[in-house]
């Protein structure tokens, strides 16, 4: 489960999980549906990112911003991910395809994550959430 929430100018992203890594997920989720909605994006050319932090809430950024990176060069969005975690390092695979303006109506473009509102917490046994405020 993703959502947003609202902040200044900017998105505020939030994804939910049983475990971090589906909350990583989520967020990254919630992201593309900054830019579109999610089910228009076909899930058909894999990327692979890696990423490694000194903690779990410079992780999702670094993940995050990784992704917006992916996107911006490669010209693509993203419609489904998996992430992977080992401690303080990712592995993630985010499946998307290029950029269609007619299909995929983008709405506006996203220039990073950044550390507002950053969080990564357990909020309950098997619940877990990650979030942040991206830059639009």
């Given at each position: 489960m993703w959502s947003h929430f609202p902040?200044?100018?900017?998105?505020?992203?939030r994804g939910t999980g049983a475990t971090p890594a589906e909350a990583f997920e989520q967020a990254a989720l919630a992201m593309t549906a900054v830019i579109t909605v999610p089910a228009r994006v076909r899930c058909r050319k894999p990327v692979t990112v890696s990423c490694r932090a000194p903690d779990c809430e410079l992780l999702l950024v670094d993940w995050l911003n990784a992704l917006v990176y992916e996107m911006a060069t490669r010209k693509m969005l993203f419609g489904r991910y998996r992430v992977e975690l080992d401690?303080?390092?990712?592995?993630?695979?985010?499946?998307?395809?290029?950029?269609?303006?007619?299909?995929?109506?983008?709405?506006?473009?996203?220039?990073?994550?950044?550390?507002?509102?950053?969080?990564?917490?357990?909020v309950r046994p098997g619940r877990w959430y990650a979030q942040c405020v991206v830059d639009v």
């Open positions: 902040h200044g100018a900017d998105i505020g992203i401690g303080l390092s990712l592995v993630g695979t985010a499946w998307g395809e290029a950029i269609d303006i007619g299909r995929h109506r983008p709405a506006v473009e996203i220039k990073g994550a950044t550390y507002t509102e950053l969080a990564v917490r357990k």
